[in-house]
């Protein structure tokens, strides 16, 4: 069977200008922009990936090919998924004990609520066969993302 392949490609996602700083658009209009590009995902919505300190966090900071890449894996495996974390404000990371070089700042993370061994390996053995290069376990939950500026190849425990 041959597995679907998939790039990494980020070179033409935009999403990390500043709109707000740049132009200094009155917030309303950037996220009307954001909502405008945010693509169609079956399973997810922006809000699932807000940093819950910034409502709206996840339309204007996830990364759009990374919330792609968790819609395809989630019908994949034909599972619900939790979001327990996605993207991080600096004060909501630094409150529960991320890395300051955390994916989650970038948009670029999730943590998936796990409550049982069967349901950790379904996720995990997916996403690896996806192409994620970055998986941590924890009791709880598993964390994916797509950094490419941290190690690749990597699975940790917490
Ligand atoms: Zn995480």
């Known amino acids: ?23 200094l ?10 909502q405008m590009n945010w693509p169609t995902l079956e399973f997810f919505c922006a809000s699932e990936f807000d940093s819950p300190d910034e409502p709206g966090s996840g339309l204007i900071h996830m990364n759009h090919d990374f919330v792609m890449k ?3 894996l989630r019908a994949r495996i034909e599972v619900p998924l939790h979001i327990n974390s996605g ?3 600096a004060a909501w990371n630094k409150r529960v004990g991320g890395k300051q070089s955390s994916a989650h700042r970038k948009g670029f993370a999730v943590d998936i609520r796990v409550a049982q061994s ?21 009791k709880t939950f598993v964390h994916l993302d797509a950094s490419l500026t941290l190690s690749q190849q990597v699975l940790w425990l917490y």
């Open 87 to 89: 993207f991080r404000t």
């Open 1 to 23: 069977m041959g597995e679907p392949s998939f790039t990494w490609d980020y070179g033409t996602d935009f999403r990390f200008v500043p709109w707000d700083q740049l132009i």
């Open 25 to 34: 658009w009155p917030k309303p209009l950037s996220r009307i922009v954001a």
């Open 70 to 72: 968790l819609d395809q």
């Open 118 to 138: 069967g349901r950790r390996f379904t996720i995990v053995e997916a996403a690896l066969a996806m192409g994620f290069k970055r998986v941590g376990i924890g």
